[in-house]
């Protein structure tokens, strides 16, 4: 049975609002508060599944009452309506929208619009749910798995004939862990698609609906990558690098703006190579490093040039130089370029890519301060 609670001081409203769904969603309980704080126990106890909350209220009101309640683990996935009298300046609405609300409803409102928005809330709390669901039985799997693969390499890796069939076994558990992935995946897949197909405007569902394509091209990249572990030939295409390096930065924008980084792209209109597009994982690296790490020169620029037949794409930061002793290192498994920060693992996959298209990554010094690395690649 749906669960909803209305936090409102006037008595009125509250009456009414308990009417119009004891005569249209009879099978709905609704509670009533009539304070915000009176609100904020309420919820602690019922754990409604939808809040209708009044904005002006005396001592606290509907916005301190959503900023307490999302502060809150349990609380996070609990949609709130928030109710107003009057309208609100675009400034205010956005603020109630950051503050965790998910909706607006103006006084007086119609009945129909009233239910139209509940019923909409509840949708999408239960695909939120199943998504949620869907996450956390994939990441035991993971988890089970993950155990399962570092028993077994622990077991074999004392000889090499152990490290051998280690090799073997590492590919049949990815694949395994591939297939496990993909199963749960497309029940999200298609749990999205219906939300957003219903709800075209949603936003929430829109990030769903394109956040799990994203995540089955994850899935897809993590194959090449086993290929390009075990030492396996992959499948190259032509790839517009130019393209590529553009959608990589468009995917880190906000990272970067956040970090106070400005882009400078010096790229031809085109860079086509042949290549397996798992080699966005170069660029993904390359960035998401600067980022971590040299956030200080607040400057990154991309350009490229041509050498002996090759096509050669440097990122280069204005932080902290890394000390030119490291070089040869900084692609190794378990270097860290700032101790205790990550696994080191980045940097050293993006080896293995590159060495699967017959490329050369490396790390160089910068001028006046700063680094750059790059990828050089047969045309």
Same mark, same amino acid.
């Given at each position: 049975m749906p669960k909803i609670l209305v936090i409102d001081n006037d008595e009125e409203i509250l009456l009414s609002i308990k009417e119009v769904f004891g005569t249209f969603k009879p099978d709905y309980e609704v509670l009533t508060?009539?304070?915000?704080?009176?609100?904020? @126990?309420?919820?602690?106890?019922?754990?409604?599944?939808?809040?209708?909350?009044?904005?002006?209220?005396?001592?606290?009101? &509907?916005?301190?009452?959503?900023?307490?309640?999302?502060?809150?683990?349990?609380?996070?996935?609990?949609?709130?309506?928030?109710? /107003?009298?009057?309208?609100?300046?675009?400034?205010?609405?956005?603020?109630?929208?950051?503050?965790?609300?998910?909706?607006?409803? /103006?006084?007086?409102?119609?009945? &129909?619009?009233?239910?139209?928005?509940?019923?909409?809330?509840?949708?999408? !709390?239960?695909?939120?749910?199943?998504?949620?669901?869907?996450?956390?039985?994939?990441?035991? !799997?993971?988890?089970?798995?993950?155990?399962?693969?570092?028993?077994?390499?622990?077991?074999?890796?004392?000889?090499?004939?152990?490290?051998?069939?280690? +090799?073997?076994?590492?590919?049949?558990?990815?694949?395994?862990?591939?297939?496990?992935?993909?199963?749960?995946?497309?029940?999200?897949?298609?749990?999205?698609?219906?939300?957003?197909?219903?709800?075209?405007?949603?936003?929430?569902?829109?990030?769903?609906?394109?956040?799990?394509?994203?995540?089955? +091209?994850?899935?897809?990249? =993590? /194959?090449?990558?086993?290929? =390009?572990?075990?030492?396996? @030939?992959?499948? @190259?295409?032509?790839?517009?690098?130019?393209?590529?390096?553009k959608l990589v930065v468009g995917e880190f924008s906000p990272r970067l703006e956040s970090s106070g980084i400005a882009v400078q792209i010096d790229l031809p209109e085109v860079l086509v190579i042949n290549a397996n597009k798992i080699i966005i994982e170069v660029f993904r690296n390359f960035i998401s490093n600067i980022i971590k790490y040299a956030k200080t020169g607040k400057k990154l620029i991309i350009d490229s040039e041509k050498k002996n037949g090759n096509i050669i794409v440097n990122f280069k930061d204005y932080g902290k130089s890394i000390n030119k002793d490291d070089y040869s290192k900084i692609f190794t498994r378990q270097y860290q370029i700032e101790k205790g920060r990550g696994r080191g693992l980045g940097l050293a996959i993006v080896k293995r890519i590159a060495e699967a298209h017959n490329a050369e990554v490396g790390v160089k010094a910068n001028e006046p301060t700063g680094n750059i690395f790059y990828i050089e690649i047969p045309i």
């Open positions: 508060a009539k304070s915000g704080k009176e609100g904020i @126990k309420l919820a602690e106890i019922a754990k409604p599944d939808v809040i209708l909350l009044d904005i002006v209220m005396p001592k606290v009101d &509907g916005y301190e009452v959503c900023r307490q309640l999302k502060q809150g683990e349990e609380f996070k996935h609990i949609l709130i309506i928030f109710l /107003t009298g009057h309208k609100l300046e675009m400034q205010d609405r956005i603020n109630g929208l950051d503050l965790g609300g998910d909706a607006y409803l /103006t006084k007086p409102f119609d009945s &129909g619009e009233l239910i139209a928005q509940v019923d909409a809330m509840l949708r999408i !709390k239960k695909a939120e749910d199943e998504l949620r669901f869907e996450k956390e039985s994939l990441e035991r !799997k993971v988890i089970e798995r993950t155990k399962d693969l570092d028993i077994v390499i622990n077991n074999l890796k004392d000889s090499r004939e152990a490290l051998h069939d280690s +090799n073997q076994l590492k590919e049949l558990l990815l694949d395994v862990l591939t297939h496990d992935l993909k199963n749960p995946v497309g029940s999200i897949i298609m749990l999205a698609n219906v939300a957003y197909e219903d709800n075209p405007e949603n936003e929430i569902f829109k990030y769903i609906h394109e956040s799990s394509a994203t995540l089955l +091209n994850v899935i897809d990249h =993590v /194959t090449v990558l086993a290929q =390009v572990a075990i030492g396996d @030939k992959i499948v @190259k295409e032509e790839i517009d690098l130019v393209k590529m390096i």
